[in-house]
C-alpha cells in the first residue's frame, strides 16, 4: 500500500509481482487456521477457541467468493472493447506505404503498454502497426533512440518549433495516440484529466493531422512526415542522415522515402530489391543489423545520430536479417535450467546418487566372520591378539570405523528386504 | 491469550489499524502537465530561441490582374544568414513550395502571384533557428469603383497589426 502510494524511499516491485507473496502469505494463514482448528480446537475444552475457529474457517470460505466470482467469465470487468483492441482497429495495417510505428503518449496509468516517463505525469511508449499481443507487455530495454523522443517532446512543450513531426520521422512514427478512456482507471463517468497543453500542442504542428473520424476514447493525429520502418532514403534524406540532431532533421522533409521489405519480421531474414544509396531502419542502431546485397555484406553505421543505416554501393537483392547474440542463448538456456532446479526442489524429486554407491559395494566383503581368511576376525589392529598393524591393515579398519562405509555396506541388506 | 502471545497480538492489531488508516487516505496525484496552453494568439515578434520560426501571412491577393497582387517580405535583422522555406496556401491546397535565403541585414521579398494565381493566397514562411521578421504587403493601385466614406479604412493597402511581446517562439503571424 506504501508504494503505491509513493511513500517508500526506495523503489518496490510492480504490485502485480509483490502479490505472489502476499498470495503465499494468505494461503499460509488459511492453512494455519484450519489446521489450528482441527488440531487445537476440536479436542479442546469449550471456550472462546471454538467460535473463533468456526469464524476462521467461514471467513477462509467467505474470502474465497470474490475471486471464484471474478474467475468466473475471466473477463475481470473490463471493458468489451479495450483500448488495445480499439488500438488496433483504429489504425490501418502495414501496407504498400510500409510498416509504421505508433507513438502512444499520455498518462502512463492509460498506456496499454508499459511507458517511459517523460515528465509530470506524462509518459510515452512505442508500439509497432501489428495487433498487440503479451510480447508488448514487456519493458523495452532502455536505448539512445528514447532521447529522439524526448527532444521532439521538449521541443513541442516549449513551443520552439512546428514541425516536431520531422522530429519523430527517424523512429517511423506515423500515428501519434492520446489515451483518454480506457473504460477502467478512465471512464467517461470519472475520467482521468489529459496532460495539460497536450493535445492543444499536437494540434499546432504542420505535420500533424488529426485523424477523422475521430474515437471519443483517444485522440490521434497522423504524422505527414514519417518514414516506413524499412525505407530507401531519398536524395534529402540522405544527405541528411549523416548528420545528427534536431536542427539538421527539422528541416528535412523524409516523407520522400520509399518503403522496402514490407511486413518483414525481424526475427527471421527477409529479402527486397534495393537500390544504390541509403537503406534506413527506424530502430535504434544495433550492430547487429546487418544487409547482404547479392552476397556482399554491408555494415551498419548510425543514421540521425540515432538510427540504423546501410550505404548501398550498388542495386541488387538484399537480404536483412539480426543475428541474435549467443549471451542470449546462454541466459536462455540459464533461466531453463534454474526453472527445471525450481520444479524439482518443489516437487521434492529425490535423485538417488548414493544407491549407485552402494550397489558398487555390495559384493564387498569387508568383515569375513567364518574364520577362513587365516587370521583373526578383530577390526582394531590395536587390541591384542589383532591382526598385523600394517599400513594397509590399519588403513583399511580405519575406513570402516569412520561409519560411511559400514553403513553403505548394511544398506544393500535393507534394500534386498525391503 | 497468554502472557507471550499478547505483544505479537498488539502489533497485529496496530498494523491492520496502520494499514486501514492509510488506505483510506485519498491520494494527491496532482494533473498531468505537458505544456502551458498557447491560449489567444496574438501577432508577435519574439527574441525567444527557437528550433524553428513559422510565421502565417493570411493572405494576398494573387490574381495576377495588374496593379494588384501583393507579396511577403522577409528581413533579416543579424549577422547571419538566414535560411527558410516557405509555402504557399490557395484554396486548392499547396500552391507552391521553395526554400530561400536571406543575407545578413537585407531582405527578400517573395512575388506571391509570380508563383500562383488565385483570389487569394497565404503564405507560410519557415525560418531555421526561429531569427528574421516577415511581413505581408497586400496592395492594389486601381481606382476606387465605388465612393467611401471618411473613417472607412482605405482598401489599397495594409500590413500586419503591430507586433507586441510574446513568450510563444515558433509561431507567428505576419
New interface residues.
Partial sequence: ??AD???MPFALPEAGVLLVPVAVGLSISAAAALAAFDLDVRGGTFGWRQPLGILSSVAVVVGLAPGLGALADGSFQVPNTPLARLLDASLPDASSAGDYNVLLI??ARLLPVPSTEYR???AWAIVDDGPLDVRDRWMPPTNTAAELVTTA?D?????????AGRLLAPLSIRFVVVPQFDGVTSTVGDPL??????V??LE?Q?DLVAVRPGLPTLEAFENRAWMPTYAQLDEAGIGASDAAG??VL??TDLSGSAPLFVGADPLDATTDDVTAGVVHLGVPFDERWSLAVDGTTIEPRRAFGETTAFDIPAAGVGELRYDTSVLRWFAVAAQVALWLAAIVVAARVRVSVGRRDVMLLEDETLIDLTGSGGGSSLLDPGLPGGPDTSADAGTEASDDRSGDGGDEAREPDHEVTS | VNRRALPALIVLLVGFAALIAVGREEPTVADPYFTTPAGAWMPAVSDNPALTGSWFCPGVPATGEDGVGGDVVVANRDDEQLIGRFTILTPDGVGASDSLVVEPWSRTTIDVDAFVTAPYASVVVEIDGGRGIVEQRAFSTRPATRWRRAREPPPTSGTSPTASPSTEASRHSC
Fill in positions: 500500500v506504501l502510494r509513493g511513500a499520455g498518462d509530470d505525469g506524462v517532446l521541443e513541442m512543450a516549449a513551443t520552439s518549433t512546428l514541425r484529466p489529459l496532460p495539460t497543453g497536450l492543444g500542442a499546432d504542420l534536431a536542427e527539422v528541416r
